[in-house]
């Protein structure tokens, strides 16, 4: 997988075995088969384009969504917070495109695993499909069933739910998790949240803590230096808990 670079910054996922076409002229098949990262092509209307290797965030910006996806600022507070890393082992519970699993898979590696629940079978599809493209196939698996009907993994390093009413299975999450497993859940709503946080504590989750995470750009102009008018506010609230 490849991904071109135009001069205005406009990123193009392409493929090997098709010519590529844009506003800005034609690259050859050819010259695209044979196209390393760090190289330049230039199109038949003398336009640069330069050839990178996509990380997880250029992927994910290019992919087929079909359906909303976390954004960058909670993906980020759901791996700071529970600390997962290289051979963890991770549920993930509302797949939508598999926008968060694609970044849990990009972390845990080839010694860790995601387990990802999606009950629709359409982003089931959606999911495997970018999951495939992006290589991590052997790494996550997407399961195209009702997380309510019974988690089928144990020795769990953290579940992620994204769901409706994500509190219907704490209590088996509890018991899926390793001993300072964490779970974690996202939620648009205050209602969703503030009963996430109360049926946790009844089934013993500890260090419960709910986070909005809200960012806000800083623009550099001649004149000087500011918070951007515009910022990235709610989103969803996040709440945490561990098995401890």
């Known amino acids: 997988m ?50 990178i290797k996509p990380n997880v965030n250029d ?10 996806i976390l954004i960058q600022k ?38 860790g695993h995601v387990y990802s629940y999606e009950i629709r079978e359409d982003f089931a599809e959606v999911a495997k499909k970018n999951v495939m493209s992006f290589g991590l196939e052997n790494i996550i698996e997407i399961k195209n069933k009702d997380i309510k009907e019974g988690i089928d993994e144990n020795n769990i390093d953290l579940v992620f739910l994204d769901l409706i009413k994500p509190y219907e299975i704490f ?8 001993l300072g497993g964490y779970l974690a859940v996202y ?16 089934i013993n989750f500890v260090n419960l803590n709910i986070i909005e995470t809200l960012e806000r750009g800083i623009e550099v102009r001649n004149q000087g230096t500011r918070p951007k008018t515009r910022m990235v506010g709610h989103s969803g609230y996040l709440l945490f808990g561990r098995k401890l």
Request: proline share 1%.
């Open 187 to 202: 939620a648009p709503y205050i209602d969703q949240i503030e009963t996430s946080y109360k049926i946790a504590k009844k």
């Open 74 to 111: 909670d993906i980020g507070t759901v791996i700071a917070q529970t600390g997962i890393g290289s051979g963890s082992k991770i549920i993930d519970a509302g797949t939508g495109a598999g926008a968060i699993a694609l970044n849990f898979g990009n972390i845990v590696g080839n010694s």
């Open 59 to 68: 992927y994910i910006d290019l992919m087929d969504r079909r359906c909303s």
């Open 2 to 51: 490849k991904i071109l670079i135009d001069e205005r910054g406009k990123k193009y996922l392409i493929t090997e075995n098709s010519e590529f076409h844009s506003d800005l002229g034609i690259i050859s098949k050819e010259d695209i088969a044979n196209a390393e990262a760090g190289v330049s092509l230039k199109t038949h209307l003398d336009k640069e384009f330069k050839v």
């Open 171 to 178: 209590e088996d999450v509890y018991e899926c998790l390793n």
